[in-house]
C-alpha cells in the first residue's frame, strides 16, 4: 500500500494538476449562470408586458370613460341651453305655459342629478383605477422582494448581459 502511495505522489509531481476538468466545471458554472440570467430576463420582460397591457386596458377604459362623459356635458349644455330659452318663452305666457315651465325645470334637475352620478360614478372608477394600480405596484415589489431582486438590481442585470 505505500508503494503504491508513493508512486501516487511521484506521478503527482511529473504530471500537470487537471487543469481541464476545473475550465469544464467552469464553463457548466457559466452556463448555467446565463441560463438563470435568461431566465430572469423573461421573466421581467413578462412582467413588464403584463403591466403594458393593465395600463392599456385602463387607459382605454377612462379615455371611454371620459368620452362618454364629454358627451353627456356637451348634452347637458344642449338640454340647459334649451331649458334656458324654454323659460323665458314661458315666463311670458299664461297659466299653462307657467305649468309647463316647472315641468321644463323638473327635468333640468333630474338631468343635474344625472350629471352628478356620472360624475360621482368617474371619481369612483378613477379611484378604482388608482386602488388596482397600487395593488399591482404592491404585488410587483412583493414578488421581486420574495425572488431576492430589485427593479435596479433587475435592470443591472439586463444591462450587464446586454453589454457582455
Known amino acids: 500500500m505505500a ?3 508513493f508512486i ?12 481541464k476538468s476545473f475550465m469544464r466545471e467552469m464553463g457548466f458554472l457559466k452556463q448555467d449562470h446565463a ?3 435568461k431566465a430572469v430576463n423573461r421573466w421581467g420582460t413578462e412582467l413588464q408586458k403584463r403591466l403594458d397591457r393593465m395600463v392599456q386596458q385602463n387607459d382605454g377604459r377612462l379615455k371611454e370613460l371620459e368620452v362618454r362623459l364629454a358627451r353627456q356635458e356637451e348634452v347637458l349644455n344642449k338640454q ?4 334656458e330659452r324654454l323659460s323665458a318663452l314661458f315666463e311670458s ?4 305655459n307657467l305649468r309647463l315651465y316647472f315641468d321644463a325645470r323638473a327635468e333640468r334637475d333630474e ?10 360614478e368617474l371619481q369612483t372608477l378613477t379611484d378604482v383605477n388608482n386602488d388596482l394600480f397600487g395593488a399591482l405596484n ?3 415589489q412583493a414578488m421581486t422582494e420574495e425572488n431576492g431582486f430589485t427593479v435596479g438590481k433587475i435592470e443591472e442585470d439586463i444591462r450587464t448581459h446586454i453589454s457582455a
Open 8 to 19: 501516487k505522489n511521484i506521478l503527482k509531481r511529473i504530471f500537470p494538476p487537471p487543469v
Open 111 to 120: 338631468i343635474g342629478e344625472r350629471y352628478e352620478r356620472l360624475s360621482t
Open 138 to 140: 404592491a404585488e410587483l
Open 80 to 83: 340647459n341651453e334649451q331649458l
Open 93 to 96: 305666457a299664461n297659466r299653462e
Open 35 to 37: 441560463e438563470m440570467t
Open 3 to 5: 508503494l503504491f502511495q
